[in-house]
């Protein structure tokens, strides 16, 4: 008879479980293999058992083996547990360390001690980039924070933090060549809460947080349109706010007064502010921002962003794109931008698009995304009413916004498929997936756990998983019991998740099992 299949999220490939005896994991259990996998198993078992660290020399047989053979695709592993031992094995060391994040769930109590069951799991990536986003510029979040996010995505096998790192609200990064940004324009946030900045030492701190957990950081300038911030700095380079009846109807509900030029901006409204695309200054502050930001992020991308330029004629949207995506490839990164930037067929061919429309798409804007396509390069796929982790979950929410089609329930955020959203563009053309959490209400990790916490899971799932459909752990309501059962684990992390109405959360005692 087949045991009931171990709670993993998000779901593996292959899982076989039997019904064997399992592995007593003890504070004598061995952990050997990789020195820096040992490290994080380590690590990681401490946290969630408590149990102590026993030297290597003073282990007994049973033993937790953790190597890199390089076989298999990118980012794999295979797990397999029995009485015996356990076996990790990866087909690079970040195959390794998420073979390591999904033994770390499978610890379950066992009376007064812990157990691993005995199962078989092979396991690989459906997608090469899963990235979340933090929104550091409506509400600035210190470097603790952003590390704690990496440390939770990581652990559901995110490999990509995108920094929105400026927006009409606030400039966050140490610019060395232009230090006016941060000393001008970073004080402020949303509602008059304080900013705050990253130094280029902060900067590498995060970068280097991120790599220890095998993600890279993508870094965003958002232009030319939520560059409000730039004017409080250099207000040569910033054309006059464009108020619309929707920035008047944003500042009624939402409040922090219309936008002026170079007064700091406190309130919600988006589409008012544009660099002067033409002017000779505008590029030469380009080339100094961008360059210093291509040369001290070691990724590979440099996200421009492009949203939401609602001020800016359309033909000089276009000139803009096209140019300052060349500007980027040009300084050896691959340049990203919202799929807005797709109105031009002229953007540097090496663009990635990323996407945030609808899962049904509106407006036009599959077009905008299959212009990247078209051009030979790929998108990021950010459907809103799905993934944006901002959106409010319930009608209750505290916290979070509802633009997106209403609230984003867990089931919405569950049933959706990276290669159903956009006609044409399939797994070939799909780099990814990105779960964006923006920060108009957002203030705090807590605040971030509440919203994020459980809906990164069904973004995790979408990035790594199998397609819906072809793995019989890729339903709702395999899902949903999944996720009730990381309540302990996601406790003993120290996660503020929210009890989402429709996941069968059972974690008042260590008793959970899916
Ligand atoms: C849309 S979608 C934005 C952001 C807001 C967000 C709030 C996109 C690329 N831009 O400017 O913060 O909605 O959900």
Same mark, same amino acid.
């Given at each position: ?5 171990p709670p993993?999220l !998000? ?10 005896? =399992?592995?007593?994991?003890?504070? #004598? ?18 946290a969630r058992t408590g ?46 360390? /998420? ?5 770390v769930q499978l610890i379950t109590p066992a009376?007064?001690?812990w ?33 704690? /996010? ?26 060395? #060549? ?15 809460? =304080?900013?705050?900045? /990253? ?100 990724? !590979? ?33 691959? =340049?990203?931008? &919202?799929? *807005? ?13 990323? /996407? ?46 509802? &633009?997106?089609?209403?609230?984003? #329930? ?9 290669? #159903? ?14 779960? =964006? ?23 995790? *799932? ?13 339903? &709702? *309501?395999?899902?949903?019991?999944r996720v009730a059962a990381m309540a302990p684990l996601w406790k003993s992390q120290g996660i503020?998740f929210?009890r ?5 959360w059972s974690d008042d005692t260590e008793e959970v099992r899916s």
């Amino acid at each position: 008879m087949k045991r009931r299949r171990p709670p993993v999220l !998000p779901a593996p490939v292959s899982l076989e479980a039997s019904d064997a005896a =399992p592995f007593a994991l003890e504070a #004598s259990t061995a952990i050997t293999g990789d020195a820096e996998a040992v490290r994080a198993l380590r690590a990681a078992v401490r946290a969630r058992t408590g149990l102590p660290e026993v030297p290597a020399s003073r282990a007994a047989d049973a033993t937790i083996a953790l190597t890199i053979t390089a076989d298999g695709p990118a980012e794999s592993y295979v797990l397999d547990a029995s009485a015996a031992g356990v076996t990790v094995t990866g087909a690079d060391a970040a195959g390794l360390y /998420y073979g390591i994040q999904t033994l770390v769930q499978l610890i379950t109590p066992a009376g007064d001690g812990w157990e691993i069951p005995a199962v078989h799991i092979a396991d690989a990536p459906r997608f090469a980039y899963r990235g979340v986003m933090l929104d550091v510029a409506r509400h600035f979040h210190p470097v603790s924070t952003v590390q704690a /996010y990496i440390e939770r995505a990581a652990s559901l096998k995110f490999n990509v933090l995108h920094l929105h790192l400026s927006d009409d609200q606030g400039w966050r990064l140490e610019i060395a #060549s232009r230090p006016l940004l941060t000393e001008k324009a970073s004080a402020t946030a949303v509602g008059g809460d =304080p900013g705050g900045l /990253y130094t280029q030492a902060d900067y590498r701190a995060i970068i280097e947080h991120a790599a220890a957990r095998h993600m890279i950081v993508v870094p965003e300038i958002d232009l030319p349109g939520h560059t409000h911030a730039v004017s409080l700095a250099y207000p040569e380079l910033v054309e006059a706010p464009v108020l619309s009846d929707e920035i008047r109807e944003t500042a009624r509900v939402h409040g922090g007064g219309l936008p002026a030029s170079g007064v700091a901006y406190e309130g919600m409204a988006v589409g008012f502010s544009s660099l002067k695309i033409r002017d000779d200054a505008t590029w030469a502050f380009l080339a100094d921002v961008l360059g210093e930001v291509a040369r001290t992020t070691p990724g !590979p991308y440099l996200h421009i962003g492009g949203d939401e330029c609602l001020g800016t004629a359309p033909a000089d949207y276009a000139a803009f794109v096209d140019r300052v995506t060349a500007l980027v490839a040009h300084l050896g990164k691959v =340049p990203v931008a &919202w799929h *807005e930037a797709g109105a031009s067929s002229g953007i540097h061919p090496s663009t990635l698009g990323q /996407y945030w429309g609808f899962v049904t798409p509106t407006d036009g804007m599959d077009d905008k995304a299959r212009t990247f396509t078209d051009l030979g390069s790929s998108l990021i796929l950010s459907p809103a009413d799905a993934i944006y982790l901002d959106m409010k979950f319930d009608a209750d929410s505290p916290l979070g916004l509802t &633009w997106a089609r209403g609230v984003t #329930s867990a089931r919405r955020s569950y049933e959706w498929d990276p290669a #159903s959203v956009i006609a044409g563009v399939g797994d070939e053309q799909i780099l990814g997936v990105e779960a =964006p959490l923006w920060s108009e209400t957002v203030r705090t990790l807590d605040d971030i756990d509440a919203l994020a916490f459980p809906r990164i899971a069904s973004a995790a *799932e979408a990035a790594w998983s199998p397609a819906v459909g072809t793995s019989e752990l890729r339903t &709702w *309501e395999s899902f949903a019991a999944r996720v009730a059962a990381m309540a302990p684990l996601w406790k003993s992390q120290g996660i503020g998740f929210t009890r989402l109405r429709g996941i069968p959360w059972s974690d008042d005692t260590e008793e959970v099992r899916s």
